[in-house]
């Protein structure tokens, strides 16, 4: 059992050190904190990340933490996932393709007493990576200059939740997260006449906080092979750390705006309808209260922070699971075929006018693992199609295929002797 526990420990350090690593290559990063990631993990991501009324007790599902006290109370479970995908970009008549990979995420759970179970891990919060060149007109001039925007970083959090199921149809639980990252970003002009100055800016901040996201489930049965789970979450939103922009290379001409990035207040719902251990449908609804936040900008030469640049952002979603026969004999027969769909609004405004919205739609398999030991062990498969796409915007495309392995390690089973 040691080793086991250093080996989970070993692949949570690892996944700290891969987050370092950006997985984006969008010019869409650049706003806000960057690309919002998806919090789930294996189970939910062939359901396209639905799953705030998911409720398994061989499952850590961290969209929702009242879950945790479903855990059965007999094993240990470990979670870890890897991405890749190929995006490409259009704009007009000008097409590029980028490939990139990550490692997404490393949760575990298990039992910690009576109706309480507990979760913890490594999950991504936001990913920024960009680097393009636009040319531009400068004011008050015929000349031209080659602007470079370029960003990197994002926020990750490392978290510790439980679950309590206070009686049976109702259960509550909390998330605490250690929120850390770097954003960096980056604004380089170069003209094309000797008469205008250049123009260099550096973004960046620094962030250390905190993150909090409150959940309950409450699950009512509908006859001896039916259930139905609602599920809500409450996220509280906060200030995080100071922006600070440089103008050149000169360290003495930095700007700085204290507590300039924040965490809004979002809300979710879910349902979800379970027919015995076969099927399982989930719908959900997330509301993210960006719109009231300000964000740093440079105005009139200063840093400050200005209102109306960001927007509340709303998210629907809707998954399935189906296993034929979940104590089949047969592999195939235990083999779980998900289907998923979604659409987001953005939580950003460009040049003043709405962000792209996103349509993306899923499809994969959770394979028995087969050992010496138990059958209990989920090999998730998923691919996921994403469109993101505004008018007289940039239009992307993006294949993501989904690999996470979930251990389910019977730890706490009491052997008997004849």
Known sequence: MNKRIFCEILAIAVAVASFAQSSTRSPYSQYGIGLLSDQSSGFS?????????LR???VVNTLNPASYSAIDSLTMIFDMGISGQLT?????????????????????????????????????LSNIGYDY???????????????????????????????WRIFRPLSIGVNGSYLWGEIDRSVISTASTDVITSMTR????????????????WQQPLGKADALTIGLTVGVGHKLGDAACQAGLDEKNTSTVSKGYALPMSYGVGLAWKHGMSLL?????????????DYP????????????????RYQVKLGADFVPNPIGRKLSQRIHYRLGAGYTTPYYKVKGGNGPKEFSVSAGVGLPLQNSYNNRSVLNLSA???????????????????????????????????
């Open 45 to 53: 991501r062939g359901m396209n990340g639905a799953g705030l009324a």
């Open 56 to 58: 398994q007790g061989n």
């Open 88 to 124: 490409h970009f259009k704009e007009g008549t000008t097409t590029v393709n980028a490939k990139t990979a990550s490692f997404d995420y490393a949760v575990g759970g298990f039992r910690l007493f009576r109706h309480v179970g507990m979760a913890f891990g490594v999950l991504p």
């Open 133 to 163: 060149n636009v040319e531009e007109t400068v004011k008050n001039s015929s000349s031209t200059a080659t602007v470079n925007y370029a960003g990197s970083g994002g926020l990750h959090q490392v978290f510790l939740g439980i679950g």
């Open 202 to 217: 550096f973004y960046s901040a620094s962030i250390k906080s905190y993150k909090l996201d409150f959940g309950l489930q």
């Open 281 to 293: 449908v989930d719908a959900d609804f997330n509301m993210q209260k960006w719109g009231s936040l």
């Open 297 to 312: 900008v440079m105005n009139g030469g200063q840093y400050e922070l200005q209102s109306g640049l960001l927007k509340d």
């Open 384 to 418: 996921q199609w994403v469109h993101t796409s505004a008018p007289n915007l940039i239009v992307e495309n993006t294949f993501r295929l989904n690999i996470g392995l979930t251990f389910n390690e019977r730890w706490f089973a009491k052997w008997k002797v004849d």
